[in-house]
């Protein structure tokens, strides 16, 4: 089920995963938020910053209130990712989730239209995730953060959903498409779209290699990346595990040449 914003992952009747994948407007890198809904919770993923917030929340509210909206999770600090902060400090009673090591710099995003009250509440109405990850609860289930440290950010999470056994795996899998709500149907035809990213992105192909092994020992039915096209079934998923964990990356690509004074 999709419409032109959104597309629906995962619904049991009584749990449901959305990606909106068309938000972004301009000259704005193409972006996916989320949202997961279990029962009468409600949590949304990576939700971007002022250029998607309105039309991010208009979609919202087809499927919930922003009263009830339990979380704002982070994946790391990058201005696509949490920038828009404020804006739901300001219009929600959510709960804000990011990493510890970015926890202190979350303030540097509080504006001058926000209340006194609400910057002082706002450690109040924080959850630092420790560099191991941790359950978050959501009802009767949980939302696991799962460690994802260098790729691409010092702190670094992604988002396993139990119920739907998808991964929102932020930028490992990103991909520079068109088509963002098309899964992958044929992996080499898409490894183009993804090798310049991953290898100026990833911290290194060390790190990837720790990332896909923990990876390979979840459940993993789906792989939602925060730019471009989703990944169904583990067979996919599997060659995509295999491709990053030969990739030369990042660091793996750095010699002299390219640390010499202009």
Known sequence: MSSSSAYVLFDNGRHKCISFSTLVKGEGVQSNQFLIIHDKHAAVIDPGGDLTYTPLTIELMKYIRL???????????????????PRWLVHSSATIVASKLWARFLPHLTSA??????????????????????????????IKAVPAHFLHSVGNF????????????????????????????????????MRGFH???MCSKRVSRLWANMVREM????????????????????????????????????????????
């Open 219 to 262: 459940d993993v039915e789906m792989m939602v990346p925060q730019h471009g096209r989703p990944f169904k079934g583990k067979d996919n998923i599997n060659l995509f595990l295999n491709w990053i964990s030969d990739l030369d990356c990042g660091t793996d690509l750095l010699t002299q040449a390219d640390y010499r004074c202009p």
């Open 113 to 142: 239209f926000m209340s006194d009250r609400i910057r002082d509440d706002f450690s109040d109405r924080l959850i630092e995730l420790p560099d191991r990850g941790q359950d978050i609860p959501f009802g009767d289930t949980v």
């Open 67 to 85: 009263s009830s909206l339990d979380y704002v999770i982070a994946s790391h600090q990058d201005p696509d990712i949490i920038s828009s902060m």
């Open 199 to 201: 290898q100026r992105y």
């Open 158 to 193: 992604q988002f396993y959903d139990p119920i739907s056994r998808i991964l929102f795996s932020g930028d490992m899998g990103a991909s520079m498409v068109d088509d963002a709500q098309k899964p992958v149907t044929d992996f080499d035809s898409h490894v183009p779209t």
